[in-house]
C-alpha cells in the first residue's frame, strides 16, 4: 500500500515561471491538503481539496497560486510567475472522511527552489 | 482563528532520560491534538494523537497529556533513544474543521 506520492522531490525554477507541484493520495484517501514549510518553520495551510471540489482555500496567497484535484489523476498545486519568496518546502497530505478518526498521512515533499 | 504556540524550540536530552515538548492553543473549540515527527528531508509522520474528551494517551514510549482548561497539551517521551532525534510538531484542529495549525517545532537532540 504506497503511501502519499508527491513528485518531483525537488523543483528548481527561475523566477517568472511555473511550478506544478503533483501529489497522488493513498488509496482509498478522498481528502487532500497542501501546506507550505518555511525553513525552520511549521507547516502552514494552504487549501483542502476534495475530488473535483475546493473545500477550504483559505490558506492560499490570493494571486498566482491555484490547486485542483481532479477526477482522474492527482491533485495540482500550481505556482504561476514564481518568485524567491516561493522557496520552500510543499507537502501533500491525505486522509480518509473524518480526519480525526485517522488523522493524515503526509508525502515526502516538494522542495521548491526559485533561482 | 486557531494559533498554536509550542516549546521549547530546541530540546537536548542525554540518552534514556525523558523529553517534554509543551503546547498551548488559543481556540477553545479545538478538540483534536495530534503530533507528528519530521526527520531530515522527510514529510511529518503522525505519532500520537488525542481528543479532547480525553485526558492522558500513551503508546509505549510515547504519552500526550491535554489540559483542556488551561489550553495546553504536552508530549513526553521516556526512556528517549537516538532514533528519536527529530523535530516534533504539535498540532491543533477541530472535528468537523479538516485544516490543522501547527506550532513552530522542537528540535530534539538525544545525545548518547
Known amino acids: 500500500n504506497a503511501g502519499v506520492m508527491q513528485n518531483p522531490r525537488h523543483l528548481v525554477r527561475r523566477r517568472g515561471q511555473e511550478a506544478r507541484l503533483r501529489c497522488s493520495p493513498m488509496k482509498g484517501h478522498s481528502h487532500v491538503y497542501w501546506y507550505r514549510q518555511l525553513p525552520e518553520e511549521g507547516l502552514k495551510f494552504m487549501v483542502y481539496l476534495q475530488k473535483e471540489n475546493i473545500i477550504d482555500e483559505s490558506g492560499m496567497p490570493k494571486e498566482r497560486f491555484s490547486a485542483e484535484f481532479p477526477k482522474e489523476g492527482p491533485s495540482i498545486l500550481r505556482i504561476q510567475q514564481v518568485v524567491r519568496g516561493d522557496s520552500a518546502a510543499y507537502f501533500c497530505a491525505s486522509s480518509p472522511p473524518a480526519l480525526t478518526n485517522y488523522g493524515y498521512t503526509f508525502g515526502s515533499g516538494t522542495r521548491l527552489t526559485v533561482v | 482563528g486557531e494559533n498554536v504556540e509550542q516549546h521549547p524550540s530546541t530540546l537536548s536530552v542525554q540518552e534514556g532520560d525523558s523529553a517534554v515538548i509543551k503546547c498551548t492553543y488559543s481556540d477553545s473549540a479545538s478538540n483534536y491534538f495530534p503530533w507528528y515527527k519530521q526527520e531530515l528531508g522527510k514529510g511529518p509522520q503522525l505519532i500520537i494523537d488525542i481528543r479532547s474528551n480525553v485526558g492522558e494517551k500513551k503508546d509505549q514510549r510515547i504519552a500526550v497529556t491535554l489540559n483542556k482548561t488551561a489550553k495546553h497539551f504536552s508530549l513526553h517521551i521516556t526512556e528517549t533513544q537516538p532514533e528519536d532525534s527529530a523535530v516534533y510538531f504539535c498540532?491543533?484542529?477541530?472535528?468537523?474543521?479538516?485544516?490543522?495549525?501547527f506550532g513552530t517545532g522542537t528540535r530534539l537532540t538525544i545525545i548518547p
Open positions: 498540532a491543533a484542529s477541530k472535528i468537523g474543521n479538516e485544516k490543522l495549525t
